[in-house]
Structures are given as structure tokens and as C-alpha cells.
């Protein structure tokens, strides 16, 4: 691949999705809740387990960074393991939304320290900027235990009215951008390229292709269903700012796709 120009970065996702693989794991290294299980991530043997593991994953893939997931932690499920119950109370912790956050951010903490120890750069999902933080509102500030050399993809879109790319860059951190919709392959974008050529990584605006004028025309976010989330501002990043954001990604998730599809959605029109 290298010689072909190609990278090759593993995700290696936790404490959720894991559900395929946790089940070979010993009962109390995980939290069963089906598809939302999660790792028990207050377990000393699942943090030895995954230095050990990206130790390995370190030495088959030279890249000097690694992706490590952390999207879509099910605060539920979490909320019921007696462990992560009992690890908060021993930390003094309330057995509320912002202990649950805190327990999380611990973990996160201790991947990058992990990654860190292997010779890896973190890649995480949009989640771990704001998410995970001390606080019970949403979004969240960064939490602490967040590294300060991890490149953050966000695949919230705009309209969500979550963090965002500018956000993430003021913050210091690089970004990726991989917007859920027009850039998910696997969605089924294949009759028009319009809409996710029109799709900037320095900004937040929504864009049409107009083919009479041949032009995008953009306009900011709308304002958000949920009155208790703030409108977002419209913002384009420029100069010192603008060299923060790597790129982005074109995501093509096989949980939609099988061999009879990988070429269509790969490859679309």
C-alpha cells in the first residue's frame, strides 16, 4: 500500500461497538447491553487488555497514527454496571450524567496515554471534544484527559448543532471532516456528485449545485428543532486556523453494504 501512496489506519473502537468481539471477553471486562455493550471501562484488566492489544496493532500497521473510535457511548448501559457504580462512588463521584462523563474521560485519558507509550498519534470521532467533559450540559467543554496532539473527525453534520470543525481548531486541535450524509458512501449517493462536492471542510454552510449559473449556493444552518441547543453561527476557517483541518473522509460503513454493492458505493456516479 505504502508504496502505492496509500495509508492504512486502523479504528480500533471502544468502549462501544465492541459487542462483535467483547463477547470473547471475560464477563467482567465487559457491559452487556446487546448492540450498546461497551467495554467496562473502570476494568484495570481491560486497560492492561488494550495495551497489550495496541501494542500489537502498533507493530502490524506502520502509520504513525492509530484511530480509536470513542463515538456513541450508550450512557445507559454504563449507568448499569455495578462496577462503574462502585468506581464512582470510590472517586466521590455522583451517579449522574457528569460521573458517567467523568468515567468515560478517565478511560479516554488512559488510551492516550496508551497510543502515546506505542509511538501513535489518537485519532478520535467528534464525541471525545464534546461529549465527555465536566459539565451536565450538551455540548459539553473538552474534558481534561483529552490529548492535546489528537486529531479529532467530526461526523456530526451541521444541523445537528453540536460542536464543529471551528470549534475543534480554535481549541488548538487538527481536524478531519466526515459529515454523516454526503459523504457516507455507503447512504447511497450514486445518481448525483452535486451534493457532497458542495461540502466544505472550512465551513459549516449547507450548498446546492446550481447547473444553470454553475455555482454552489450556501446558506448557514438552520436553527435547531431542539430550542435548548444555541443556533450555530455561520463561519468559514481561513489563515493559521484553516492549516488545522487535514482534510476529510469519505466513510463507506459495510453494516449497509455486502460484495454485490462494494463497487457501486465505492465508486459512485
Same mark, same amino acid.
Given at each position: 500500500?505504502?508504496?502505492?501512496g496509500i495509508r492504512?489506519?486502523p479504528? !480500533? ?6 459487542? &462483535?468481539?467483547? $463477547?470473547?471477553?471475560p464477563?467482567? $471486562?465487559?457491559i ?18 488494550? +495495551?497489550?492489544?495496541?501494542?500489537? !496493532?502498533?507493530?502490524?500497521?506502520p502509520?504513525?497514527?492509530l %484511530?480509536? *473510535? ?7 448501559c ?9 468506581w464512582?462512588? *470510590?472517586q466521590?463521584?455522583?451517579? +449522574?450524567?457528569? @460521573?458517567?462523563?467523568?468515567?468515560v474521560?478517565?478511560?479516554? *485519558?488512559?488510551?492516550g496515554? !496508551?497510543? #502515546?507509550k506505542?509511538?501513535?498519534t489518537?485519532i ?9 467533559g465536566? &459539565? ?5 467543554p ?11 473527525? $467530526?461526523?456530526y453534520?451541521p444541523?445537528? %448543532?453540536? &460542536? ?7 481549541h488548538?486541535?487538527r ?19 452535486? @451534493? =457532497?462536492?458542495?461540502v466544505?471542510?472550512l465551513?459549516n454552510k449547507?450548498c ?5 449559473? @454553475?455555482? #454552489? ?15 450555530? =453561527? ?9 492549516e488545522?483541518?487535514? @482534510?476529510g473522509? #469519505?466513510?463507506?460503513w ?7 454493492l ?8
Amino acid at each position: 500500500a505504502s508504496v502505492r501512496g496509500i495509508r492504512v489506519i486502523p479504528e !480500533i473502537d471502544s468502549p462501544s461497538h465492541v459487542q &462483535s468481539w467483547a $463477547m470473547q471477553l471475560p464477563q467482567e $471486562m465487559r457491559i452487556d447491553c446487546g448492540y450498546s455493550t461497551l467495554l467496562n471501562i473502570v476494568s484495570k484488566d481491560v486497560r492492561d487488555f488494550m +495495551d497489550e492489544f495496541l501494542a500489537e !496493532i502498533s507493530r502490524l500497521f506502520p502509520d504513525p497514527q492509530l %484511530h480509536l *473510535g470513542f463515538d456513541e457511548v450508550d450512557f445507559d448501559c454504563l449507568n448499569g454496571s455495578t462496577a462503574v457504580q462502585n468506581w464512582l462512588s *470510590g472517586q466521590g463521584l455522583s451517579r +449522574d450524567i457528569v @460521573g458517567l462523563r467523568k468515567a468515560v474521560a478517565s478511560y479516554l *485519558g488512559e488510551l492516550g496515554k !496508551i497510543v #502515546a507509550k506505542h509511538g501513535k498519534t489518537p485519532i478520535f470521532w467528534n464525541e471525545v471534544f464534546d461529549h465527555y467533559g465536566a &459539565s451536565s450540559e450538551n455540548p459539553t467543554p473538552p474534558p481534561d484527559e483529552l490529548a492535546k496532539d489528537a486529531i479529532l473527525e $467530526m461526523w456530526y453534520p451541521p444541523d445537528w %448543532h453540536w &460542536s464543529t470543525v471551528a470549534n475543534m481548531t480554535s481549541h488548538g486541535f487538527r481536524a478531519l471532516y466526515a459529515p454523516d450524509g454526503p459523504w457516507y458512501l455507503d447512504n447511497g449517493v450514486i445518481f448525483s456528485w452535486e @451534493g =457532497p462536492y458542495a461540502v466544505e471542510p472550512l465551513s459549516n454552510k449547507a450548498c446546492t449545485y446550481d447547473y444553470e449559473q @454553475g455555482k #454552489a449556493n450556501c446558506s448557514c444552518p438552520p436553527k435547531p428543532a431542539n430550542r435548548s441547543k444555541p443556533s450555530l =453561527p455561520c463561519y468559514d476557517i481561513a489563515g493559521k486556523q484553516a492549516e488545522l483541518v487535514l @482534510g476529510g473522509e #469519505a466513510a463507506l460503513w459495510t453494516e449497509h453494504v455486502d460484495s454485490a454493492l462494494l463497487s457501486l458505493r465505492a465508486w459512485p456516479r
